[in-house]
């Protein structure tokens, strides 16, 4: 009995590692086009796609599999066609004599679940705000560090040089200052 136990521990480590890999994909992606599990056959299915969305976690013997898939009904298919691999092809998985086989049972079926958005997707746009004020900010300063522009005659002072005239700013006439200047 006990190694009974150790084998199914061996099984399920290694059970995690195939559902994560592109053959277990390929296989899930053949079974999901055999079942006619998308709503449009023509939908590519790629099966990059398919192992990137995949993620399995192990704990005492329970394999737990996770599917991240943007549309739901595509999500269904792919969840039906993973218990339906694991379930008729897991010993093929492995190499293992003809008289050998693997019991898969699922404890709960697959279920689709809406998850809101992650983290990082939440962040992103109060982030890339606060970058971009950041940047603005600091290319102010920068520009008004390089500017060399001489504003008034105090500047040119200060640099040693003598000033012999000024030639005054213009005046801005106004509707009110003219009539505030006649007698």
């Given at each position: 009995?006990?190694?009974?136990?150790?084998?199914?521990?061996?099984?399920?480590?290694?059970?995690?590692?195939?559902?994560?890999?592109?053959?277990?994909?390929?296989?899930?992606?053949?079974?999901?086009?055999?079942?006619?599990?998308?709503?449009?056959?023509?939908?590519?299915i790629p099966?990059?796609?398919?192992?990137?969305?995949?993620?399995?976690?192990?704990?005492?013997?329970?394999?737990?599999?996770?599917?991240?898939?943007?549309?739901?009904?595509?999500?269904?298919?792919?969840?039906?066609?993973?218990?339906?691999?694991?379930?008729?092809?897991?010993?093929?998985?492995?190499?293992?004599?003809?008289?050998?086989?693997?019991?898969?049972?699922?404890?709960?079926?697959?279920?689709?679940?809406?998850?809101?958005?992650?983290?990082?997707?939440?962040?992103?746009?109060?982030?890339?705000?606060?970058?971009?004020?950041?940047?603005?900010?600091?290319l102010t300063?920068?520009?008004?560090?390089?500017?060399?522009?001489?504003?008034?005659?105090?500047?040119?002072?200060?640099?040693?040089?003598?000033?012999?005239?000024?030639?005054?700013?213009?005046?801005?006439?106004?509707?009110?200052?003219?009539?505030?200047?006649?007698?």
């Amino acid at each position: 009995r006990y190694y009974t136990w150790l084998t199914a521990e061996y099984l399920i480590d290694d059970l995690a590692e195939i559902v994560k890999s592109s053959a277990f994909a390929q296989a899930v992606r053949e079974e999901a086009l055999e079942t006619g599990s998308w709503d449009d056959p023509e939908v590519s299915i790629p099966t990059g796609a398919i192992q990137g969305a995949t993620s399995s976690g192990k704990l005492h013997r329970i394999l737990t599999v996770s599917i991240v898939w943007s549309d739901a009904s595509q999500l269904a298919g792919i969840a039906n066609a993973t218990v339906t691999v694991l379930r008729e092809q897991a010993a093929s998985f492995f190499s293992l004599s003809d008289s050998d086989r693997i019991e898969i049972h699922i404890i709960d079926p697959p279920t689709v679940s809406l998850i809101g958005p992650g983290l990082t997707q939440r962040l992103q746009i109060p982030i890339r705000i606060f970058l971009a004020l950041l940047a603005g900010v600091a290319l102010t300063f920068l520009l008004d560090y390089l500017d060399d522009t001489v504003r008034g005659k105090e500047e040119v002072e200060a640099l040693g040089i003598l000033v012999l005239g000024e030639i005054p700013a213009p005046r801005r006439f106004t509707r009110f200052s003219q009539r505030s200047h006649k007698p």
